[in-house]
Each structure stands twice: as structure tokens, then as C-alpha cells.
């Protein structure tokens, strides 16, 4: 017997995540020294001063285990955000929180989760490994939510909705009362994940994001990240807001101390550093309004964006402009991998990242032109 075929059927046609290349993989392939990575949406100012004073001042104390539940962790984002602590369920990243929520809601076989298309990769790769059925309906040609397709996908064995907003890799964003209405007209049984990774760099966070709304609306999770915004991509760090009845199951199948004591130290401190987050906000905001100019100068076409990146179609092949960006040391994101194979998707850099990435694009775009003319 072939040892393959004792394993689950789920697994042998499993796709893994595809990251972003990193630096040191450019570094080595073109025997560069120094590399930009616009790709990965990671913050444009690193992480914060204090989290990186309190991250040593706590590295002695690794051999300990964190405190189960991470309930100062807990305490402090339900705080900061306007929450009842039983509400919070903190996670390895929002990526564990997606899964515990297909494994404690999706009966595998029987229900579906339902998401549009493209969306975050880890909806589907998570929904199959756990044998739940995904299904999926095509966002506008202008990347808008068409909600009304979307609730005829959904019916009495629906178990997820999960709806990415700011959306990835578009950044088109819908208000909080849209999604509202959405939750209300859902069948009885779905419950609605809303993905908020990115909301921190809309115009109005209040405007966009429906957490103040979950004491109103008992069939919301809303997913938030400290990758982002808090700067701490490396350390894992995301949590769930929800009824507090999924949250108390969603915590008792979490794996023990899946929030590591770094990550969990980091995060409070993180929390506290409100210069740093404005700080960050300001300059995702501004690198947005001013690369938008530039590419579109350049003859991009640009979607509007309420993230920390840019989706844009370039006037020559994409893939192109693509591998010649590496050439030069500077990685952004090819979208073939979301049905997208014309456009790339760049993230807010500091403002000398975004300069040098327009700079090394005005050249490519150059060449380009004058190879067509001949």
C-alpha cells in the first residue's frame, strides 16, 4: 500500500499559502545588498520603540509560559477598542482565528462557507483542510462587493461569510452599515467574518469598521491583526471579536499557549504607543495620496485604496515590470495567484522606499515604451 493513501484526501490535494519573496531570497538571487520589500503590507516604520525596549527587557524570561488565555492581553484590547473582555479571543496571528472558527462552526461534509472571489487565501486553504465546501462569487470589475450574488450563494447549511473590508488585494472598503444590512439578511445559522486587517488606514476607521456595532448584531466576528499597524508581522499576533459564547468555545479548542509570551508582551506594549500608531497613519495616508498621483502619471491604472497598498495596472506587462523591479532590488506583489495576472499590488513604504520604487518604475516603464516603438 502506498503511504499516501492513509492520509486524509483533504491533505493530498492541499495547496500551501504562498508568501511574498522575502529580502534575503533577492539578496541571494541577484547578489544584491540591499533590498525594498513593498509586498508583504508590513508597517513602513517598522515597530515601535517601546515594544522593541520591552521585548528586551523581557527576553530573560522565555523559558516561562505566558499566562493561559493571555487575559492581560485580553483586558487591554477589549479596553482599547470598547469590548467586553469575554467578547476577545486572541490567536496566533487572525490566521489560527479563522481556523478555530471553520473548526468549531463548520461541520465538515455538510456545511459551506461562502467568501468572494479573489479573497485572503487562508478562507480556502483553511475551509478545505477542514472538508467544508467553499463557495465563492466574483467581485465587481471595479473590485466592488456584489452582496446581493453573494447571499444567493448562502443557504440553511451556511456556517461562515467571510468578507474582507478593507478588501485584499484591491483596497476597496465598504461602510459599516452596508455590512450591517448584509449580517441581518443572512440565513440563521451564518454567522459573518468580517477581516478587518486593514481598517486602521481608512479615512474613518468608525465609518468602515463594524466593531462598535457587535453588541447589536449577535452573528458578527470581526478579525483584527497586530501585523500591520502594530508593526509585529514577525511575532503572530491577531485576535476575534464576537459574541462571547463563540468566543468562550473558540478559546477552549485553541491550542495552550498559542499566543507566545514575547508576542503577548509586545502586544500590550504596542497598544500603548499612541505617537507610533498616528505616526504610522500619517504616513500610510500620505504614501497612498502621493504614489496614487505618481503611478497614475506613469500611465497606471489605479484602484482607490482604504489599506496600506495599492493595486495598479501598469502600461506594459505586468510580470515584466514585475521581474525588472526585482532586478533592482525592489519586491512588490504579482496577483496572478488572485486571477488578477495584469496587475500588481505595491504596499506604503517610508517615503524614500516609495520614491525609489517610482523612480525604478519610470525607468522600466521607459524601456518598455521605447521597445514597443522600436
Avoid at 489560527?96 to 468549531?104: A, F, G, N, P, Q
Avoid at 452582496?147 to 440553511?156: A, G, I, Q, V
Avoid at 495576472?341 to 518604475?361: H, K
Wanted: neutral net charge; contains cysteine.
Amino acid at each position: 500500500m502506498n503511504p499516501k493513501d492513509t492520509l486524509r484526501p483533504e491533505v493530498l490535494a492541499f495547496s500551501p499559502y504562498t508568501p511574498g519573496l522575502s529580502i534575503d531570497e533577492i539578496k541571494a538571487r541577484y547578489g544584491l545588498q540591499s533590498v525594498i520589500k513593498l509586498a508583504s503590507n508590513e508597517n513602513p516604520l517598522g515597530a515601535s520603540p517601546l515594544v522593541t525596549r520591552v521585548l528586551t527587557r523581557r527576553a530573560d524570561s522565555v523559558f516561562r509560559y505566558p499566562q493561559s488565555g493571555n487575559p492581560r492581553l485580553v483586558e487591554a484590547i477589549a479596553r482599547v477598542h470598547g469590548l467586553d473582555p469575554a467578547q476577545v479571543a486572541p490567536g496566533n496571528g487572525s490566521d489560527e482565528i479563522i481556523d478555530l472558527l471553520l473548526r468549531v462552526k463548520a461541520r465538515p461534509g455538510v456545511d459551506n462557507v461562502v467568501a468572494f472571489d479573489p479573497c485572503f487565501s487562508i478562507y480556502k486553504l483553511q475551509a478545505r483542510l477542514c472538508g467544508v465546501e467553499m463557495r465563492q462569487v466574483k467581485l465587481g470589475p471595479d473590485f466592488s462587493f456584489p452582496f446581493e450574488k453573494l447571499l444567493t450563494l448562502c443557504d440553511d447549511h451556511t456556517a461562515l461569510v467571510f468578507v474582507t473590508n478593507p478588501d485584499n488585494p484591491s483596497g476597496n472598503a465598504v461602510k459599516a452599515a452596508e455590512l450591517a444590512f448584509l449580517a441581518k439578511a443572512l440565513p440563521k445559522r451564518a454567522m459573518l467574518v468580517v477581516d478587518e486587517a486593514y481598517v486602521d488606514f481608512s479615512d474613518d476607521e468608525q465609518e468602515y469598521s463594524i466593531m462598535s456595532r457587535l453588541d447589536s448584531l449577535d452573528n458578527v466576528v470581526v478579525l483584527r491583526t497586530f501585523s500591520k499597524l502594530y508593526g509585529l508581522a514577525g511575532l503572530r499576533l491577531g485576535f476575534g471579536a464576537m459574541p462571547a459564547w463563540l468566543a468562550d468555545l473558540v478559546m477552549r479548542v485553541r491550542l495552550p499557549f498559542s499566543v507566545n509570551l514575547l508576542a503577548e508582551a509586545a502586544g500590550l506594549a504596542a497598544l500603548e504607543d499612541l505617537h507610533f500608531l498616528q505616526a504610522t497613519r500619517e504616513t500610510v495616508r500620505q504614501g497612498r495620496a502621493w504614489l496614487t498621483e505618481r503611478l497614475t502619471q506613469l500611465g497606471c491604472t489605479v484602484a482607490p485604496s482604504q489599506a496600506n497598498f495599492l493595486l495598479f495596472t501598469p502600461p506594459a506587462k505586468a510580470k515584466d515590470v514585475f521581474e525588472r523591479l526585482l532586478e533592482r532590488g525592489i519586491i512588490i506583489r504579482p496577483l496572478a495567484s488572485y486571477g488578477l495576472p495584469d496587475s500588481l499590488r505595491v504596499s506604503m513604504g517610508s517615503q524614500p522606499e516609495n520614491e525609489a520604487f517610482i523612480a525604478a518604475l519610470t525607468e522600466i516603464l521607459a524601456v518598455a515604451r521605447e521597445t514597443v516603438h522600436g
